[in-house]
């Protein structure tokens, strides 16, 4: 199947735009046959051995948040405490996650035994089925873009509250939490590269040809 | 920045049918204003804390290839020895690469030092930069999808082996190693799946509702 050039176009468009939302979420509902649409772009990421480790866990309810936010807010403190100075202050004020504002979170997850003990792919790297998970992350990330629904993803979150608050079996690892719901706006650049926490790297500087080169 | 539905179903549209590319590569170049795009898409992942952890090795000459693929050989080998009865012989007659075959490949590592010893957004879980590359790779495999570009992820060897042949620090973690290249045609299925060595699973039976079902 070929990809016109305007679909190419469009593929770009959204990558160059995807951003990883915190502050904008609004409260308007994601309708079931939208968020289906996302969740099956997830389902077709690309996965180790065909595995397709991942899961999914829709969070929906204010009790379930609160308890999730209580975890952020717990190793957000602990996360904070190993700044120092002018890093310190600025990082406190630094909106990381919006657990409370998005009417729907959900749980990425990676089953490690899934389709059994042995898997075509995984016998090198034991953590490919990790990363087909994040890959899913990905698609499913670049998919709300694609219908205007915004994506954040709250890494700063201990793996034990995910596991008690969602239910999760203790050999089921959590990937993402993730954050969704249409925005008041798409930034043009990332929050971090827009605060001055840090820039954007030079491309060039990140490409070696046929050799690793001493560039950075 | 709004994406419109056209632009939406041109995402879905690449999204459903990237493959994971071993037997169909041919020949022909990859040109250079191309691949600079497709790395571009990949350099626009998002990464934890803006930390952009990624470097890009790219691989031309066939004797670069040849030492790869005898990596890949051995790894298959030991790899292949692990399966039993019917499941060893199919797995020996499935094409795992096509390293030598594909113009281009390319290493998509993470420096697992970049930016310094304190991240923000990867003081909870430490394996967030290795994800943020991995998010890198899905982009750049959804990117040259859309430039009608094949992408084949080789999972199938052994981290030494990238890091000598390729000169990658040993800070530095090999995520993937990727071959690109045109294809005389990408399959509706992925190959696995068209093998029937694994069969899709049921969408519906991954999703949890605000706790984990067990559904399996």
């Known amino acids: 199947m070929k990809i ?16 990883d939302v915190r502050a904008e979420f609004k409260s308007d509902p994601i309708p079931d046959d939208v968020l289906k649409r996302i969740l099956t772009a997830a389902h077709h990421a690309p996965s180790v051995g065909f595995m397709q480790p991942w899961d999914f866990v829709i969070v929906r309810s204010d009790q379930t948040k609160l308890k999730l936010k209580q975890g952020f807010t717990q190793a957000n403190a602990e996360a904070e405490a190993l700044f120092e100075g002018d890093r310190k202050e600025q990082y406190s004020t630094l909106k990381l996650e919006g657990i409370l504002e998005a009417p729907i979170g959900i749980c990425v997850t990676c089953d490690r035994t899934r389709s059994g003990p042995l898997v075509l792919g995984r016998t ?9 998970s994040v890959c899913a992350v990905q698609n499913l990330w670049l998919a709300a873009r694609a219908e205007n629904i915004g994506v954040g993803w709250v890494s700063i979150i201990h793996d034990d509250v995910l596991h008690q608050t969602l239910g999760i079996p203790k050999h089921i690892v959590p990937i993402a939490y ?3 719901g249409y925005v008041s706006q ?11 926490w840090l820039k954007r790297q030079n491309l060039d500087s990140l490409i070696h040809e046929e050799q690793w080169q001493a560039k950075l």
């Open 4 to 19: 016109t050039q305007a679909e190419r176009d469009a593929v770009y468009k959204t990558i160059f735009n995807r951003r």
């Open 124 to 132: 090198t790297n034991l953590d490919m089925d990790l990363y087909s």
């Open 178 to 180: 993730l954050c969704l």
């Open 186 to 196: 798409f930034y043009d650049q990332p929050d971090l590269e827009r605060r001055d």
